[in-house]
Each structure stands twice: as C-alpha cells, then as structure tokens.
C-alpha cells in the first residue's frame, strides 16, 4: 500500500509552483517549500501532483519544468473595472481563464521595462513533435470534437463551410478585422459584403480590410480540397489579407527580408532572411505532419504570429490558418466570435515571450465553443443565459422590433441603433448594445419574429426594404 503523503505537504509544493508564472524547476520548487525533502522524494511528491491534475509537466530532463494545471474552463466572460489615477474608470471585458492562463496573464501585465527581453527560441519549434506532442489536452480535443462535430471525410471537403458561407464571411470578416482595430459595425460588415458599399467616415485601409478577408476566406472554402499547410496555401493568404495595405505592395504574398519590432511586447523576432525560411518551412511541414484537425489549428495559431513571417498581417494569416483544417474536415469553423480583444493579445504575448501556450488555449477554446453556438453546428447549452442580454432585454427587443415596423434599410438602422444605445444605455455597455442588436437583426426570421412581437406582414414588408 503506497505511503500517505500529508495534504498539508503537497499544498506547500503547489504554492511554490504558483510563484513561477513561467514554470518551477525542481530545485526552484525545492529552494522555495520550507519543508526539506531530498531530490527523488521531492520529484515522486511533484509526480504524484502530475497524476492528481494540480500541476503540469513540460520538457524533459533537466529542462523539467512544473505549472498549475489549468482548472475546467468556464463560458462566461467576466468583466473588472479598472482605474488609472488621473483617468476615468473603464470596465475590461475578460473570458474566464484556467489557473496557467492567469499565470501568464499576470506576467505579461508587468511594467515592460521589469520584463526580460528575449529573441525567438527555435528550440519551442524544435521541441515539438507531431501527434506526440501536445498543446490541447486529450481532454481539450475530446470536448472541442463534441462541440464542432465529428470530422466527416464522406463529404467532399469545405462542404459544410460552403453552406454556411454568407454568415462565415461575414463573422470571420468582421471579428478578425475587429482584433485589429477595425472599426466597422456588423451591419455595416454586412452592407459592404453584400452590396459594395463603404461605410460613412471610415478609413480606407479599413474597408480595404474586410474586403480583403472576404477574399481570402473565399479562397479557403472554394479550394478546400487543395489548401494545406504549404507554401502555396500560406503565402497566398498573406498576399490576399495584406493587399494594398503595405508600404511594399512586393511585400504581399512574400517571406521578410528586413527586421521588425511588435509594440507593447519586449519580443524581438528573428531577422535573418535565411533563417526565417527556414523556420517558415519547418512550421509548416510541422504543422502538416499532425492529424488532429484542432490541434493542427492551434499549432498554427500558436507559430505563425510567434515567427512573424511577414513584415504584417501575420496574426491574421494565423487567424485564417486555423480554419484550414477546420473547413477541409467539415467541421464547425473558427470565427472568433465575442473573443476581447485584449485577451488575445494577452495570449500572444505569453507565446512571444515565455513560450507558454495556456493563456492562448484558453482563448482558442473559449472561442471555438462561442462560434459554435453560432452556427449550431453542435446543440449544446452553453450554461446561464447571457446576463447582459437579460438586463437589456427589453431595450433589445424594442429595439428591433422598431427596426422592422418602421421599415428601416441597412444603413438607417446602424445610425438608429447608435443613436438609442447612446440615448438609453449607460456608456460601459453601449458598444455591446449595438453589436447584439445588430445581430439580432441579421438573425431575424419567419420562425422568431414573434420574439420581437412582430406579425408576419410586417416582417415580409420590411425584408424587401432591407434586401
């Protein structure tokens, strides 16, 4: 019968661990702990705690590094409210994270100048072995295949991101161009999409953005059988997402020549040509040895910015990767629905710069589910009811409901619902107002008007004026 280890003595050991956002090595977690345990004992306790889930392992040997093991990860998104002196108050939207991902989150939030800079780590790349190693959890890959459905190689590939393809281009359109600043509203997404029409005040290079997307993802979903994990695939995305936005119109579709920096990040990327290719290629035949389609899709997200192949656009381009497998398998894609901004970033910058992936699983998974609950490719609850739609639901429903009586057209009803959210809801709330009226509104209809009480004269009316 093995030895009964006190709790007490493993609770000490995961607190130490817990001081290391990076990871703890065994002589780290042994200085830190005042109980004194000799090395192999130690090692069996940290062993014991790697089969209990309370930490995780990384690396081998003397590279051994320990973290806390990420806890079950929630679906709501949490919001705190945060102050700077001399500034007003403003509310941050967050997703719920696991215990690694806060690790990292609270690391990379450091002042920059108390965080070490660092240069690309070929060994992250060379470390990784496909269909051996693993950035998702077997537990992660079970739960994303429940969510996205079973891969389905009886149909012909990209067939189900064909069915669904207006509303993919414009979720995946609109939510990436907003990870970067865009400024677009869905409906106004939607308006240039469908009818060529730019919105009223926008900067050029934004509308040149969403157009950009929408050719790209094209070329995903119409060429799903030929689109891989290679140069051709790759390349081509990052010339159709970069046109007639770079200084180098030569630059689009092109491997760098010349060093760049990332703002906000003490990550400095490779600059030699050469080894950059190199590198480029390695991604790749990487990423195409992995069978598992999710896995295959965060590897990409996780390398690809990490490399930063391109003078720019390179997160986009790895926004748009992560769908290849997705589409080709036929399973529910990728559109980053709901996904903050600041989130994101966050996960990036603990791949920048401790080559820790935690942060930027929780995201990916977080948001894999919300895009699958928008194209119901799985029925799956998604727990409590939205909080904030319960709070507005009367705001939301009368203001689509006005919408559709007054027969308003595209662009009169993004300026209407603009207006009433800044009339009726407080500012923190405002931007989040609008965007679930807009969809709302995108998602009207025979089967749901009567949510809105609309009758269905009314509804029919009103789609002739908004088509």
């Known amino acids: ?219 995903l979903v119409e060429q799903a059988d030929e689109v891989g994990f ?16 770079l200084a180098d119109p030569q630059a689009c579709g092109r491997l760098r020549t010349i060093g760049v920096g990332i703002g906000g990040t003490v990550y400095h990327p490779l600059e030699i040509p050469q080894q950059i290719d190199e590198c480029f290629q390695q991604v790749l035949d990487t990423a195409d040895a992995i069978t598992d389609p999710f896995e295959q899709a965060f590897f990409s997200m996780v390398h690809l910015p990490y490399l930063q192949p391109f003078e720019d656009v390179n997160k986009r381009v790895s926004r748009l990767a992560a769908n290849l497998p997705l589409i080709r398998h036929n399973l529910s894609p990728l559109s980053f629905v709901d996904v903050p901004e ?28 919300r895009s699958c609950a928008r194209y119901s490719a799985v029925r799956k609850s998604l727990g409590e009811p939205d909080a904030f739609r319960l709070r507005y639901r009367t705001a939301i429903i009368d203001a689509v409901a006005e919408i559709v009586d007054r027969q308003m057209a595209k662009k009169t009803a993004i300026a209407f619902i603009r207006r009433r959210a800044v009339e009726d809801i407080p500012q923190d709330d405002q931007a989040r107002f609008s965007e679930v009226v807009e969809t709302e509104v995108i998602n009207l209809h025979e089967g749901n008007i009567a949510r809105y009480r609309l009758r269905l004269s009314q509804f029919q009316k009103w789609r002739q004026t908004w088509h």
């Open 1 to 219: 019968m093995p030895k009964r280890v006190p709790t007490a003595e493993l609770n000490a050991l995961v607190d130490a661990v817990a001081k290391f956002p990076s990871g703890a090595s065994v002589d780290e977690i042994g200085n830190l702990t005042e109980i004194t345990l000799p090395r192999r004992t130690l090692q069996r306790r940290l062993a014991r705690l790697v089969e209990q889930r309370r930490l995780s392992m990384q690396g081998g040997g003397p590279g051994t590094r320990y973290h806390l093991l990420a806890k079950d990860i929630d679906v709501r998104p949490t919001t705190s409210r945060l102050t700077l002196e001399g500034h007003p108050a403003y509310v941050e939207t967050y997703i719920p994270i696991s215990a690694e991902g806060a690790s990292i989150k609270q690391a990379i939030r450091e002042p920059i100048q108390n965080r070490q800079p660092v240069g690309y780590n070929r060994a992250f790349l060379d470390g990784y072995r496909p269909n051996s190693s693993y950035y998702l959890s077997a537990n992660d890959r079970v739960r994303l295949v429940d969510m996205g459905g079973s891969p389905n190689s009886d149909l012909p590939a990209g067939t189900y991101a064909r069915r669904i393809l207006h509303r993919l281009l414009i979720d995946l359109s609109w939510n990436s161009s907003r990870l970067e600043g865009n400024t677009y509203s869905i409906l106004e997404t939607e308006r240039l999409l469908e009818l060529g029409e730019a919105a009223d005040g926008k900067d050029a290079r934004e509308t040149q953005m969403i157009l950009n997307h929408k050719a790209a993802i094209e070329l």
């Open 230 to 245: 290679n140069r051709y695939t790759i390349l081509n995305l990052h010339a159709l997402l970069s046109d007639n936005l």
């Open 342 to 369: 600041r989130a994101y970033v966050d996960g990036n910058l603990g791949v920048y710069e401790l080559n820790r992936t935690e942060l930027l699983r929780d995201v990916f998974v977080w948001a894999y589910e």
